[in-house]
């Protein structure tokens, strides 16, 4: 089944104690891209990745690392978390460069990771 | 500054009528929009796009209609079903920028019987 998976899918922890939460696709996807989502706020993007070892900020980088060293993975770092990460947190990720439209285009999400931060 | 704004962060519609959810923009060097469902505790899916030279698509019950004058464009559901009952989120990406999708704040559909 194509899917794209993250664990955990739920976290609490506390300030300044670095976490990973793990990203995986079976889908052989190019693109893949991390969101967090918070009330008010919809979907901002944190950073994505078009191929492996090509990663670039999105719009709320700061606080979060990235690495993408195998196609599949696009694991999400927070070296020191804090509180304002306290957020619903997505991976996604795309072939749409390999159909001809632009990679960012019709993702497939994950199911989401509950992360707070106490 | 939210490029993407879904005003109404909430609609209710009876089953079997028309729901109408609405997407506004300010940027004008967006060429692409789509729009992304989301179910509780599942990650959105993807449900329809459009392209800026068009006004409109339509796929199924779902039709996407763009007013590039007004930066404005809505989603129409006929007829609305209470599998419907998500969020809907409007995203929009810019013709030399097609790395990032920006999402709206969402609109929270509820079809009741």
């Known amino acids: 089944e194509a899917q794209v998976t993250q664990n955990p899918r739920y976290l609490i922890t506390v300030t300044g104690k670095k976490l990973t939460v793990t990203c995986s696709q079976n889908?052989?996807?190019?693109?893949m891209s991390w969101y967090r989502q918070d009330p008010g706020l919809g979907l901002r993007q944190i950073y994505y990745?078009?191929?492996?070892?090509?990663?670039d900020k999105g719009d709320v980088p700061e606080g979060y690392k990235v690495s993408r060293k195998e196609k599949r993975n696009f694991p999400l770092i927070l070296e020191s978390p804090s509180p304002n990460q306290t957020s619903l947190y997505f991976c996604?990720?795309?072939?749409?460069?390999?159909?001809?439209?632009?990679?960012?285009?019709?993702?497939?999400f994950g199911p989401g990771t509950r992360l707070t931060v106490t | 500054d939210q490029q993407v704004k879904q005003n109404s962060p909430s609609l209710s519609v009876q089953e079997g009528r028309i729901s109408i959810l609405n997407c506004d923009y300010t940027?004008?060097?967006?060429?692409?929009f789509l729009w992304y469902k989301k179910y509780p505790a599942e990650g959105p899916t993807f449900l329809i796009s459009?392209?800026?030279?068009?006004d409109k698509n339509e796929d199924g019950r779902f039709t996407v209609f763009l007013n590039k004058s007004a930066k404005h464009l809505s989603l129409h559901i006929v007829p609305s079903q209470p599998g419907d009952s998500a969020v809907y989120f409007c995203a929009a990406s810019e013709a030399y920028n097609t790395d990032k999708l920006i999402f709206g704040t969402g609109t929270r559909l509820q079809v009741f019987p």
């Open positions: 889908m052989n996807h190019e693109y």
């Open positions: 940027n004008s060097m967006f060429d692409y």
């Open positions: 459009i392209s800026s030279i068009k």
């Open positions: 990745s078009m191929n492996v070892e090509v990663t």
């Open positions: 996604a990720s795309s072939s749409g460069s390999l159909a001809g439209i632009p990679a960012s285009y019709e993702q497939y």
